[in-house]
């Protein structure tokens, strides 16, 4: 009876494993030749170096090796990274030497040398790593101009693009380039499942702009707003007429709450380059993305001479075949501020702010280069590098209000965008954002902002939760520390523009840097629900839709846990 019921409850517990099925190659697992690995260059020289730990909580280790002939030297030197220079913080422990014989054999002169009462990483995680992947170097030439023509019709509408048009989510700014004539100047636009008679079709008319540019006279700029479309619900909108008519489509975004789950697209520096098609072609090739954070410099025309703004309509119909059916939402970098004396160009952002609007006046904004909108479950700020940031200046008054508006019950994800990184351990820009770092970032830890994108260096790189919020200039706190409260920073300048890459990362890596790597490439953010999100980057070399870095993000205001890299 005792053996019946021991069967049973063996047989309880299995509940169905699994044999893997992989079968494996059968080959000789025969050992390695003798000489395989031979004994280092140079009379007595140590070899089968391994190392454990050496106490119980990890201050320590056992550092062992074998030297053949001779039981000296015995001594292992060591100190901490930075100290190389002069070797001033120099330390050196004896080992404890042993021999032995088996049988015929004769050990070498074994040794340990155990090493105690280390610094531990005990602010930041121990896996932050600079990638050792080595990008293949060649030039980032600009596409030539006739990459991208103009769709075929006398006047036919160009450079289409899309961004959010008020708040929440429920209206769309849909804007494009006619390079002849004015009109037509309306869209058509209808709810899925409204086609066959277009019974449902709404009309809406663009606002119309210009601008001179030193030589350059641009076409007719459209920027058409649309209100008070339903959530989560496919539209298709056509501008243009006759046989230069071109049809779209978009999909709104679900309904505010703080649970609903959504995807956006990160992409920085993008310009046209052979490397900014391959960073466009790897997004369009993931198919999760509703919607792009795109953090600053577009077309990089100013890197031309005279700031050739026919590179402005290129990059326009470069991007079209994701700009035309998914937003944008933009914010300006360094290279859309055109400010060129020189050539008698004195007004900043002048190409930029007649190609691109936003719904800045939806969040009681006085300027588009510094707005907010809600999107399914998360608050997006974006905020201008360029602009003045001080106390009393628009941005600052318009900033502080933002922040006490946010409702992380409806929407509990905050993310904000902007150009010039807070936190950045490549030399390239190092610092420039320090100022503004200074000025936000107590309110960034004080209302728990869950993720900054930055652009600029064109690098990638992701920190830990961190903050410097104790610094100013008469104490000298300058090292960021661990904080529960604050953003995890991101820069992710690297989409592929026409300066090439930023790989003059500082060594050895700052703990607050959690992954650095010098290639172009893309980010995925998938938010689950209110508390987790997982966030993605991809390298272009990387054919298949892998992840060279990845973390799961944890929201600070419904789940404020540590996170694991």
């Known amino acids: 009876m005792v053996a019946m019921v ?34 280092p260059p140079g009379f007595n020289a140590p070899e089968q170096v391994h190392i454990t730990q050496g106490d119980y909580d990890g201050r320590g280790v056992i550092i062992s090796w074998v030297t053949p002939v001779m039981k000296h030297p015995d001594v292992v030197s060591y100190w901490a990274a930075g100290a190389e220079g002069k070797h001033k913080h120099k330390h050196t422990v004896h080992s404890v030497i042993t021999t032995y014989k088996y049988y015929n054999y004769n050990s070498g002169y074994i040794h340990h040398a155990t090493i105690k009462g280390l610094e531990v990483s005990d602010r ?14 060649y030039a980032s030439d600009d596409l030539p101009k006739d990459t991208f023509p103009s769709p075929p019709g006398f006047n036919a509408p160009e450079q ?19 390079p002849v004539m004015k009109h037509p100047d309306v869209v058509s636009y209808w709810a899925a499942g409204a086609e066959g008679k277009h019974k449902h079709k709404h009309t809406v008319h663009s606002v119309i702009t210009t601008y ?31 046989n230069s008519a071109r049809q779209f489509h978009f999909t709104t975004p679900p309904k505010i709450g703080p649970d609903v789950p959504y ?20 997004y369009m090739a993931n198919p999760k993305a509703q919607a792009m954070l795109f953090v600053g410099d577009l077309s990089y025309a100013d890197d031309h001479p005279n700031h050739d703004n026919e590179r402005w309509d290129e990059w326009g119909r470069f991007v079209e075949k994701s700009t035309a059916y998914q937003p944008w939402i ?34 009681q904004s006085t300027s588009p280069l510094w707005y907010s909108i809600r999107r399914a479950s998360a608050h997006i700020i974006v905020l201008s590098s360029y602009s003045a940031f001080a106390i009393y200046t628009p941005q600052y008054t318009w900033l502080k209000k933002e922040l006490s508006k946010v409702n992380r019950a409806e929407t509990p994800w905050l993310i904000v965008l902007l150009h010039s990184p807070w936190y950045n351990s490549n030399s390239y820009h190092y610092m420039e954002g320090e100022a503004m770092r200074v000025t936000f970032e107590p309110w960034f830890v004080q209302h728990k902002v869950d993720l900054v994108f930055a652009g600029h260096v064109h690098s990638y790189e992701r920190s830990e939760r961190i903050s410097n919020v104790k610094y100013n200039i008469t104490n000298g706190l300058s090292t960021p520390v661990k904080d529960p409260s604050a ?37 995925i953010l998938e938010i689950k629900n209110s508390t987790h999100a997982h966030y993605t980057w991809h390298r272009n070399e990387d054919n298949e839709a892998v992840a060279a870095d990845s973390v799961w993000l944890f929201n600070r205001h419904t789940y404020p846990k540590e996170e694991h890299n």
């Not at 930041?124 to 170097?137: A, E, G, M």
């Not at 929440?168 to 849909?174: L, Q, W």
């Not at 030193?214 to 496919?234: C, F, M, P, R, V």
């Not at 380059?273 to 960073?279: C, G, L, N």
């Open 330 to 363: 933009w914010a300006a970098g360094n290279h859309e501020l055109d400010f060129a004396p020189k050539i008698e160009e004195n007004v900043p952002f002048k190409p930029y702010l007649h190609r691109y609007h936003t719904p800045y006046q939806e969040s």
């Open 212 to 242: 001179k540019y030193y030589n350059y006279n641009s076409g007719y700029i459209h920027h058409a707003t649309i209100k008070g479309l339903e959530y989560d619900t496919k539209y298709f909108y056509e501008i243009g007429k006759g």
């Open 487 to 523: 953003p995890v920073y991101i820069t992710i300048g690297d989409g592929g523009n026409i300066e090439g890459l930023a790989s003059g990362f500082v060594d050895p890596q700052p703990n607050y840097s959690a992954y650095r790597e010098a290639s172009f490439g893309h980010a």
């Open 160 to 178: 289409v693009h899309i961004t959010q048009g008020d708040y929440d989510g429920r209206g769309v700014i849909i804007s494009w380039v006619t």
């Open 6 to 39: 021991f069967v049973l409850l063996n047989i309880g517990l299995c509940n169905g494993g699994k044999t893997s099925p992989y079968v494996r190659k059968l080959y000789a697992s025969d050992d390695l030749p003798k000489d395989t690995f031979p004994s």
């Open 124 to 137: 930041f995680s121990s896996l932050r790593k600079t990638s050792p992947y080595v990008r293949k170097l």
């Open 263 to 282: 995807t956006f697209g990160v992409i920085g520096d993008l310009g046209q380059t052979f490397d900014s098609y391959e960073t466009l072609k790897h």
